[in-house]
């Protein structure tokens, strides 16, 4: 009996750190923004800076030019991207 209790008490004590082992840290959280935006954007990307080279920092120029007419998926894919930076930033 007691090692059931003594079993299901380390259960309990390592719950919550399987919880942290599973939750996306920044770098994670950071490429999957970044990869919503590609795909969100892919189109747009195409339309307006197929000519752009995909230098740091060139794409997200292009696509600042040209924010009001791009989709509304990529405008708020680029959105969420802001946001999650400034949240890093704070």
């Known amino acids: 009996m007691q090692l059931k209790t003594l079993g299901t ?9 399987t919880a942290l082992a599973q939750s996306p840290g920044p770098e994670t959280a950071r490429g999957e923004a970044r990869q919503k935006v590609r ?20 794409m997200r120029s292009c ?10 998926g990529c405008k708020a894919a680029r959105e969420e991207r802001a946001a999650a930076r400034a949240k890093e930033k704070s």
């Open 63 to 72: 696509l600042k030019a040209h924010e009001s007419e791009l989709s509304p």
């Open 9 to 17: 008490a380390l259960a309990l004590a390592l719950l919550p750190l």
């Open 39 to 58: 795909e969100a954007c892919a189109a747009d990307v195409q339309k307006f800076c197929a000519n752009v080279e995909r230098a740091k920092g060139a």
